[in-house]
């Protein structure tokens, strides 16, 4: 024997519904699968509480957000003759918004706390600020703020209210502890800023440019540090943060012209010993 076509039942669907009424089916559809056929929940309809009632029976409940998690669960909702699909209103509504994956109005069983909330919106963000959630609430004619540190174990058991809004902040993207380098530097960028950390640190780290500076750090810093006094223009530097120090109270400011002005009349002395004008 072999069956050609699927047998069709009558199965009624009512409550909270976009489509109710009596609907023609194949006997091989479950009760998901005639929920979408009337058009699914309305927006007032539970999701979670969906009454299969089948006469002489005990009524089954539907959780479409375990069906959706496995849909192996809609194997134990095939349907029979004269079948009723009724959808209740949604008792508790909680809106999560922020740094979650999936932002959306939920609806949570009377059991479930912020912890499934947050699982059912897949979680938080890599920037998400744990320890400081906002939930939303209204108490009589007033909207209260509770401040929720979901880094602690006993908060993520918190419960939740009918209508509550939980915001999940983000992290603060300026960044700390760290150091700006530009200009003659083969790497230019921001690094951390390491505890006694010196200039030299930085300039070994951004590599600075070679025909910019007379820079090697195998040298004794004495080599170079001219070079820099003069790249660095009217800029004052701690020469101490180079492993130098000033044998005089020289402004740092101007220490680089008196050192110009002896190199200059170092040179005149040279031109003078071993050059002539013809």
Known sequence: MSVLVARTINVNISGEVFNYGNFNVSALNNAFNVLVAGGGPSDIGTVRNI???RSGQSPKTLDIYKYIQDPIVGDNFFL????YI???VAKK???VYGAVNRSYKYELLPNETLSDLINYAGGLKSNALS???QIERRVGDKLEIIDVDFDLSSS??????NGDKIFVQTVDSELEKVVTISGAVEVSGVFALTDNMTLVDLANKAKLKENAINYNNSMDPLTWIFDLLRAAGSQALDLQQFGIASLKSYDPTTIKDVINKELLE?????????FKKL
């Open 51 to 53: 009454q299969l009632k």
């Open 131 to 133: 320890r400081n959630i």
């Open 266 to 274: 170092l040179s005149e002395a040279h031109h003078e010993r071993y």
């Open 80 to 83: 029979q003759e004269n079948d």
């Open 86 to 88: 009724y959808v209740p």
């Open 156 to 161: 993520k058991n918190i419960a939740l209210q």
């Open 93 to 95: 509504l909680v809106t």
